[in-house]
Nanobody, 123 residues
Framework: QLQLVESGGGLVQPGGSLRLSCEGR????????IGWFRQGPGTPGRVREW???????????NFGVDVKMRFTAYRDNAKNTVYLQMSSLKPEDSAVYYC?????????????WGQGTQVTVSS
């Protein structure tokens, strides 16, 4: 069964950094675009917010103005893992973060989702 498994969430102080992992099991993430999403009390309407996407050429598209200079993503193909590197974290970044895979690119057709990992930014 194709699976995405997130890890790396936790409690971090404002201004701190955190790295989330998204590991692919039983499929190769190298051939998929990976989107990172979040859902939490700080996201408008509490809908799942699309944070950024890294495509198969490692081109990154940021969808949130607020995170553009603070969040990035990269791959470790040897570990079949995509990372979300977050820095200068703010309390409003607190959310459950999800990764998702799209075989066609960063077009919004994500058909494989992870279970989510909680990030809490608080002093």
């Amino acid at each position: 069964q194709l699976q995405l498994v997130e890890s790396g969430g936790g409690l971090v102080q404002p201004g701190g950094s955190l790295r989330l992992s998204c590991e692919g099991r039983d499929f190769n993430l190298q051939y998929h675009a990976i989107g990172w999403f979040r859902q939490g009390p700080g996201t408008p309407g509490r809908v799942r917010e699309w944070v950024l996407c890294i495509d198969r050429t490692d081109t990154i598209t940021n969808f949130g103005v607020d995170v553009k200079m603070r969040f990035t993503a990269y791959r470790d193909n040897a570990k079949n893992t995509v990372y979300l590197q977050m820095s200068s974290l703010k309390p409003e970044d607190s959310a459950v973060y999800y990764c998702a895979a799209d075989a066609s690119g960063c077009g919004g057709n994500f058909n494989h989702w992870g279970q989510g990992t909680q990030v809490t930014v608080s002093s």
